[in-house]
T-cell receptor
Framework: GAGVSQSPSNKVTEKGKDVELRCDPI?????LYWYRQSLGQGLEFLIY????????KSGLPSDRFSAERTGGSVSTLTIQRTQQEDSAVYLC??????????FGPGTRLTVL | DQQVKQNSPSLSVQEGRISILNCDYT??????FLWYKKYPAEGPTFLIS?????DKNEDGRFTVFLNKSAKHLSLHIVPSQPGDSAVYFC????????????FGSGTQLTVLP
């Protein structure tokens, strides 16, 4: 595709529910990254995939967060038992060979 | 512990003048630096980057300067245009294949017509 796409663009959920966020990277990009941006903050690294494996999960804030990537392409970020502090914009980026990262438009998650 | 800091949350500049956005970092392992621009409701867009082996990189109206000894970089936009109004994020990465980015908190640039 022309760029990184993410779905949904907006998600409102109730505290305690699970959510799944999807990222379609640029075709051919081997690296995929998840970040989140809380209100008034910079982007916070969550997890990185090289192909289907995740060598760096250091940024996941708790064990309620998990992510997978299948076929070296689409990735899903899952948040279980959502809390209000999970409210943020979740951004996905992809890159080829460790060069500049290209970002999707993000998913705005609101936990009521 | 903020490893990348943008101490100015906002900056206003007159159209046609120079915009200078600043960024400081603390981690000496960072060797690659980038600037991203972000409009509301969109993801960050890559603008320009610089490797630690250089002290300047220029692309059209945009120039990034790196001062390694001061752990400081800056983005110059000349001449500034109203369409440049956006939030600018400084980001840094270290050596290795992961290249996860560490971002500053951003500076809102407003270019006044």
């Amino acid at each position: 595709g022309a760029g990184v796409s993410q779905s949904p663009s907006n998600k409102v959920t109730e505290k305690g529910k699970d959510v799944e966020l999807r990222c379609d990277p640029i075709s051919g990009h081997t690296a995929l990254y998840w970040y989140r941006q809380s209100l008034g903050q910079g982007l916070e690294f969550l997890i990185y995939f090289q192909g289907n494996s995740a060598p760096d999960k250091s940024g996941l804030p708790s064990d309620r967060f998990s992510a997978e990537r299948t076929g070296g392409s689409v990735s899903t970020l899952t948040i279980q038992r959502t809390q209000q502090e999970d409210s943020a914009v979740y951004l996905c980026a992809s890159s080829y060979a460790g060069n500049e990262q290209f970002f999707g438009p993000g998913t705005r998650l609101t936990v009521l | 512990d903020q490893q990348v800091k943008q101490n100015s949350p906002s900056l206003s500049v007159q159209e046609g003048r120079i915009s200078i956005l600043n960024c400081d970092y603390t981690n000496s392992m960072f060797d690659y630096f980038l600037w991203y621009k972000k409009y509301p409701a969109e993801g960050p867009t890559f603008l320009i980057s610089i490797s630690s082996i250089k002290d300047k990189n220029e692309d059209g109206r945009f120039t990034v300067f790196l001062n390694k000894s001061a752990k400081h970089l800056s983005l110059h936009i000349v001449p500034s245009q109203p369409g440049d109004s956006a939030v600018y994020f400084c980001a840094a990465s270290g050596s290795g294949s992961a290249r996860q980015l560490t971002f500053g908190s951003g500076t809102q640039l407003t270019v006044l017509p």
